[in-house]
């Protein structure tokens, strides 16, 4: 036997490569770095919050542009809170929805009404209460504008990911049993990986959502109860009682910059990571590309740092939770009982809704009467009117342009970050322009100030035509060339009913998101002069700036009531007839 000796040098050079692999490297310092920057800016911000109420009365917003900085930090960190929040009640309220049967009849219905009810009625019952858990601190004010960040953004979030838990592949189930993989392992091995690539994509819009409502979320009115927090949404409401063009000018800027950093920093690491969680038949094309997240990847010394952590998620990941089995008889037993149980479940919630109502007619019926119910349902029908007429034009005009860019992934990828900064800017910021223009024309503000609606909501559905085009399959795309399918036809019979599911989710939203930005854009003002559209938009935000109690209830009350009606008789059965009939596979 001969044994080869390894020389000296040779023996320094492999024991100096392994200590360099132990060493920090130049990815690490930028990326802790970042961290270290990162962790300050938050500690500041979070300190800010926590200063006593008087520092708002006196410092009040100043229009100087070196508070920018300043303001743009405390609304991002809003935003970020608000947007953490929503995932955490997607996870745990989308779950239950889709695992739960009881649990699906109650939140479903809820989420339908709760999508429906404006910021502003939120703000109405919620400023008052956070304050009083925060008398004299600002984190009573944080915490409501908060939450109003958190209503315009956790309903889009929990209903896609509902949607994918219930349309998880049944064959990888069935793997996943097979392999007797517990309902917990399933739900983070296939069932939240399935999800995630489609909860990325409606945290980003959800994200952009925010910022449409930042100006109500910040500049906060409820009778009075005046509060403007430091943050851009205040900026732009005193630019715009100032007749600050300039000011204004800046806000956008400024908003501008902070979408492209949390969209680099935050977001396309995320689309990056969590696009190896698509599930394909075939070869993927084009893979998303991320410097932030390329960089942590080739760290040393942060991703061991990390690896406990890692690992320690993997093994809670891993967990075996067994779910009890019954004997057979038992089982027969518990499905009797099952169904007991689900009449008395819906006699419960049936029982808690109708003495809701009657509690909502008692409170309403004791100041107002049938005339201002009147008023409510006739301001409602002029807003229904809107959404309808301004959902059908943004279709006629997003849907071949989503086709003719989804189509091709070079120009998708260049469009993408611009609509995602069109989807995020806020509707006030064109309110001088629209007041200005309506009142030299002469023009009905009840028309002119409808467009405002979709502003910020027409974008979801050009995205959604976008990734239902991409996702056409190129063979039926090669088989309509074969049989030259061209002009009218092949959009008939190829390319909408391939893209119809995906429209439809997106027309879906972009209604809800419609009814809610009527709070916003049935009145605007641009100094001392002020327009007004007859609609229950309007309605509900005169009454919220008078701090009229039941008229606020009121309009919401109706216009949660037409928004669940509509939704059952349109938008419902076309997403059912869309799973059914439209898929693809």
Known sequence: MVFHSIDRPAQRDMAALSSSRR????????????????????????????APMTVLAGDPIVLDPARLPEYALRTTLRMVAAILASLLFTFVVATLAAKSRRAEMLIVPALDILQSVPVLGFLTFTVTFFIGLFPDSQMGAECASIFALFTSQAWNMTFSFYQSLRTAPRDLDEVCRGFRLSAWQRFWRLEAP??????????????????????ASEAITVGNTTVQLPGLGSWLAVAIDRQDVTAVVWAVLTMGVVILLYDQLIFRPIVAWADKFRFEQTASGQRPGSWVYDLVRRTRLLRKLTAPLASLWDRVLMLRLPSPRLPAMVERQSRDLSRVMDVLWIGAVAAIGAWGVWRLVTYVSASLGWADLGEAFAGDLATLVRVIVLIALASLVWVPLGVWIGLRPKVAERVQPVAQFLAAFPANVLFPVAVLAIVATGASPNIWL?????LGTQWYILFN???????????????????RLGGFTWWRRVILPGIFPYYITGALTASGGSWNASIVAEVANWGDTKLEAFGLGAYIAKATEAGDFPRVILGIAVMSLFVTLFNRALWRPLTVFAEKRMRIN
Request: glycine content about 8%; overall charge negative; proline content about 5%.
């Open 194 to 215: 399935f999800a995630a690539p489609g909860l990325v994509w409606n945290t980003m819009m959800s994200m952009s959502g925010g910022w449409f409502f930042v100006v």
């Open 465 to 483: 035509v976008i990734a239902g085009a991409s996702a056409f399959p190129t063979d039926l795309r090669e088989a309509a060339a074969v049989y």
């Open 23 to 50: 060493l920090p490297n130049l990815y690490d310092l930028i990326a802790i770095a970042f961290l270290v920057a990162l962790g300050t800016l938050a500690a500041h911000g979070l300190a800010e919050m926590r």
């Open 450 to 454: 409808s467009p405002l609606m979709v």
